[in-house]
């Protein structure tokens, strides 16, 4: 299992590897604060803002094995978000879907469902994944929700996992889909796309 920069299509999102094409777009619709409440960083605050954070996106992609995603929205065509695998445990077949995030017009759309449809199936069928993660800080009901509606299985919590940007000590609610979980939760995110 070895991650690398890849284009995914679906009907509502295209995922392409984050690059410094996309700063403008993802500084339009990244500057609420609503957005990065629960995130390690503020708001963007200015185009060269999001573009040294593209670039550390890239740097990591490089360093750490990481591949982060800017989320291009079909209809628009123009990226409206960021989504990405990280800490991949190539020997043992496991990565995490994180470091996710979109412009509040995005929100609780069909946007979210695509992109973990996307990554979740390849990293399933294409890269050969035994575990997928997500994690959420426990006071990020959306996102929970959000976790918990596409079938993932609440595995934990790290208590005191880390010190939030707030200066609250964030619990790191843990969540997995294993492959033999693969097909069950394959079959309910196509049924909510296809609503």
Not at 20 to 25: L, S
Not at 129 to 152: F, M, P, Q
């Amino acid at each position: 299992m070895d991650p690398q920069p890849v284009t995914l299509h679906g009907k509502h999102v295209r995922l392409e590897p984050i690059g410094p094409q996309h700063a403008e777009d993802l500084f339009r619709v990244g500057t609420d604060e609503s957005i990065w409440r629960f995130s390690s960083r503020p708001a963007f605050t200015s185009l060269d803002d999001v573009k040294q954070w593209v670039e550390s996106c890239t740097a990591r992609n490089d360093i750490e094995g990481r591949v982060q995603f800017a989320v291009v929205h079909q209809a628009e065509g123009r990226a409206v978000g960021s989504t990405g695998y990280l800490d991949v445990d190539r020997p043992n077949r496991a990565l995490e879907i994180g470091m996710t995030w979109y412009g509040t017009a995005y929100q609780r759309t069909a946007v979210n469902t695509e992109c973990k449809f996307l990554l979740l199936s390849h990293a399933f069928e294409e890269l050969g994944a035994l575990r997928v993660c997500l994690k959420a800080d426990h006071r990020n009901t959306r996102s929970l929700r959000a976790i918990e509606r596409i079938g993932a299985t609440r595995e934990g919590v790290l208590r005191n996992h880390r010190i939030a940007r707030d200066g609250v000590n964030r619990h790191s609610v843990y969540y997995g889909i294993i492959d033999s979980d693969w097909p069950r939760v394959r079959n309910r995110l196509q049924a909510i796309l296809a609503r």
